[in-house]
T-cell receptor, first 116, second 113 residues
Framework: GAVVSQHPSRVICKSGTSVKIECRSLDFQATTMFWYRQFPKQSLMLMAT?????????EQGVEKDKFLINHASLTLSTLTVTSAHPEDSSFYIC????????????FGSGTRLTVV | GENVEQHPSTLSVQEGDSAVIKCTYSDSASNYFPWYKQELGKRPQLIIDIRSNVGEKKDQRIAVTLNKTAKHFSLHITETQPEDSAVYFCAGSRGGSQGNLIFGKGTKLSVKP
């Protein structure tokens, strides 16, 4: 149980376009979703925290107007990279605390974004 | 702000030897410390975790120790195998359970046959 489905797994887009990444909790309600970014050979860095029905909380240095996060339902959180640039190319991954396990977290499978 | 330091960044061992990776954390409120194994391009896979109310946990060849006073925790892998080769990340929960995880920078473990 406690599966988070993340799509797409890979996406290549042109500079200036927008890309939407979806994370769906399949068998539990995710009131919170954490969005991480991982550059090659680096660690996972928290970008923002989305909470269902309220505005996302962004980490310092993350542009909220560029990385739009929507958490409109208990099973879906989306990250939209707007006006993408090559430096946005990265591995984006979502993670949700598991309600059934007070200390557990479930990760999506990640999205490899390449901006050309 | 909160931080998790991880050492070493790379570790190479012979098959059958033990590997130890160490992490320190700064957030006194952290009470959950998972370890993840990540293969290239894939999601992190939880391999073991420990909560702040215990000092040690073991699962077959993998063990984790936690010293809350010193704010450090370690991963121990015994009888290493080539398939243990991967990047390992430690993490600490921010502000207690259900908060986001703060990750260490990772350790690339290479197990040589």
């Amino acid at each position: 149980g406690a599966v988070v489905s993340q799509h797409p797994s890979r996406v290549i887009c042109k500079s200036g376009t927008s890309v939407k990444i979806e994370c769906r909790s399949l068998d539990f309600q995710a009131t919170t979703m954490f969005w991480y970014r991982q550059f090659p050979k680096q660690s996972l860095m928290l970008m923002a925290t989305s909470n269902e029905g309220s505005k996302a909380t962004y980490e310092q240095g993350v542009e909220k107007d560029k990385f739009l996060i929507n958490h409109a339902s208990l099973t879906l959180s989306t990250l939209t990279v707007t006006s993408a640039h090559p430096e946005d190319s990265s591995f984006y991954i979502c993670s949700a605390p598991r309600a059934s396990d007070y200390y557990g977290y479930t990760f999506g499978s990640g999205t490899r974004l390449t901006v050309v | 702000g909160e931080n998790v330091e991880q050492h070493p960044s790379t570790l190479s061992v012979q098959e059958g030897d033990s590997a130890v990776i160490k992490c320190t954390y700064s957030d006194s409120a952290s009470n959950y410390f998972p370890w993840y194994k990540q293969e290239l391009g894939k999601r992190p896979q939880l391999i073991i975790d420990i909560r702040s109310n215990v000092g040690e946990k073991k699962d077959q060849r993998i063990a984790v120790t936690l010293n809350k006073t010193a704010k450090h925790f370690s991963l121990h892998i015994t009888e290493t195998q080539p398939e243990d080769s991967a990047v390992y990340f430690c993490a600490g929960s921010r502000g207690g359970s259900q908060g986001n995880l703060i990750f260490g920078k990772g350790t690339k473990l290479s197990v040589k046959p």
